[in-house]
């Protein structure tokens, strides 16, 4: 009954609600969809329904130990779907293990408003993202972590803070202080069950200082002194050859007292990939960076290389491309522990992430595996 429940909502959100949901822009239908939902999740009676009509199921298998907490899948959703932490209610019935909100900064900015930030393209399947950061501060962010908690809202967040210069003038300096004051909040609040360092967003000078080897030891060694009750992740860029991402272990390893694990991989830059003729490329006033399906091959061999490089002694949560279960069971394989998705979801629907759940299911039982954890980096070892 849940199989051919949440088979009608995904066909009904691909035959209709997405023919629908594409004829306004991306900016708008997002800026609508957060004033909708808001609004409808609050009641219960709408979160049960919803639960029930994605065919939402636990699967015993699926489950694992994450920092000490019992995460219920290990799909969820990716930086940059909750900004603000606003929809945890609405993304806890997807059947989603963890969700990462934001990316956040100390003190929000806002450069580019009313500027189109996002560019869909259809047949690529994929959203165009600019290169130019906005962002909500991190107290908002906890404070909606604070109201969202309890009852049926379980599903645990990550936080994401982006790290870069806010002033014109900027300086390493004080970007490290930002990530400092942020983790300070954050380490006043008990509900959080990671911080992840988006070190790719660029500053307001368009570059991207942290991706660099000696802008990272320069961010680690700031934080070094502080404490921080919460494990540290970095979300790692998405480079053209996987071994492209051995300088930055190099540093992420001699911090390795301070940093569990990465994210891979960031969206890539729009003239790296290849995009369907059919689609309209977005406007040339900055640098557009690229999610999706052109992004799922070169994120799993990064995966494949850190963990094979690190002896799977960095967690990796892997994101980029995922569509399906055989897109995140090849990512578990290659060595993420957990997976998270985004545009999967805006072109699969609220529906997908509880059918990827049931194939991942059904993957781990056809080979063999007890459990989930059983499968992470599995690939390394039949190789
Ligand atoms: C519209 C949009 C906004 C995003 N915003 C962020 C962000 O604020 N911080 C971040 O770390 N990643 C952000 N991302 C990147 C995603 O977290 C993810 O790494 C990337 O989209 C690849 O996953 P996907 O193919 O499942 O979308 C954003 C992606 C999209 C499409």
């Not at 997976?339 to 629907?349: A, L, Q, R």
């Amino acid at each position: 009954m849940a199989y051919i429940l949440n088979f009608f909502s995904r066909l009904g959100y691909v035959a209709l609600i997405r023919q629908v949901v594409f004829l306004f822009t991306p900016d708008a239908i997002h800026n609508y969809m957060v004033l909708v939902m808001r609004r409808v999740q609050q009641y219960t009676l709408y979160r049960r329904m919803s639960r029930v009509l994605y065919g939402v199921r636990q699967y015993p298998v699926l489950q694992q130990t994450f920092h000490g907490q019992l995460i219920i899948s290990p799909i969820g959703v990716a930086a940059g779907f909750d900004k603000s932490l606003e929809l945890r209610p609405l993304i806890s019935t997807l059947g989603v293990g963890f969700m990462t909100a934001g990316s956040l900064t100390y003190a929000a900015i806002d450069f580019a408003k009313g500027e189109k930030m996002y560019h869909r393209l259809r047949y690529t399947r994929s959203v165009a993202v600019r290169a130019q950061l906005r962002a909500e501060s991190v107290e908002v962010a906890l404070n909606n972590l604070k109201k969202s908690t309890g009852e049926d809202v379980e599903v645990p967040a990550i936080i994401s803070l982006a790290v870069s210069g806010v002033t014109v003038d900027w300086r390493l300096r004080e970007a490290v202080d930002a990530t400092k004051a942020s983790l300070e909040l954050i380490a006043k609040t008990t509900d959080v069950l990671a911080v992840e360092l988006h070190i790719g967003c660029v500053n307001k000078q368009g570059e991207q200082p942290f991706c660099a080897p000696e802008g990272l030891e320069e961010l680690l060694g700031g934080l070094k002194n502080i404490a921080i009750n919460v494990p540290l992740y970095i979300k790692l860029p998405s480079v053209e050859e996987p071994g492209d991402i051995a300088p930055i272990l190099t540093v992420l390893m001699r911090h390795n007292d301070r940093v569990s694990g990465v994210t891979v991989a960031n969206l890539r830059p729009l003239e790296s990939v290849m995009v369907d003729p059919r689609d309209d490329r977005p406007p040339r006033v900055d640098a557009w960076r690229i999610s999706g399906a052109p992004t799922r091959a070169t994120s799993t061999e990064i995966i494949r290389y850190v963990y094979k490089k690190t002896n799977g002694s960095l967690t990796i949560i892997g994101v980029g491309g995922v569509a399906s279960a055989q897109d995140a069971y090849e990512k578990i394989r290659a060595g993420a522990s957990l997976v998270g998705m985004f545009t999967g979801i805006i072109f699969g629907g609220p529906a997908l992430p509880a059918h990827v759940n049931r194939g991942l299911a059904l993957r781990l039982k056809k080979d063999g595996f007890q459990s989930i954890s059983e499968a992470v980096g599995a690939d390394h070892r039949t190789s």
